[in-house]
């Protein structure tokens, strides 16, 4: 599965931001997808995730009630709406795909099989 992220840029705090993240190869379905971020001189950190069938979500503490996370299967495409975006939401983002992975491990960067190449969000106060 190649993943292909999408949808970053430069917005002001409090502005919305619609990621996406595009699969090609095997289908999307049978995965698991989570969206990870990494600020300038901090480690990977987990943001979202959604399971195969779209119907269980997780996200993490920070974003709650900020970011959605949802998947069209039939496009195999996942997106990421971030709104009421604040200056610690900056980092570059990135969608992972893991095939395996069970509701504990759901945030652990290392048990997600395949990685985009990150898009870059920029929040400007």
């Known amino acids: 599965v190649q993943l292909q992220a999408s949808g970053g840029g430069l917005v002001q705090t409090g502005g919305s931001l619609r990621l996406s993240c595009a699969a090609s190869g095997r289908s999307f379905r049978y995965y698991t997808v989570g969206w990870f971020r990494q600020a300038p001189g901090k480690e990977r950190e987990f943001v979202a995730a959604i399971r195969r069938n779209g119907d269980s979500t997780h996200y993490a503490d920070s974003v709650k009630g900020r970011f959605t996370i949802s998947r069209d299967n039939a496009k195999n495409t996942v997106h990421l709406q971030m709104n009421s975006l604040n200056s610690e939401d900056t980092a570059v983002y990135y969608c992972?795909?893991?095939?395996?992975?069970?509701?504990?491990?759901?945030?652990?960067?290392?048990?997600?099989?395949?990685w985009g190449q990150g898009t870059l969000v920029t929040v400007s106060s």
């Open positions: 992972a795909a893991g095939e395996r992975l069970i509701l504990s491990s759901i945030a652990i960067p290392r048990l997600y099989d395949y």
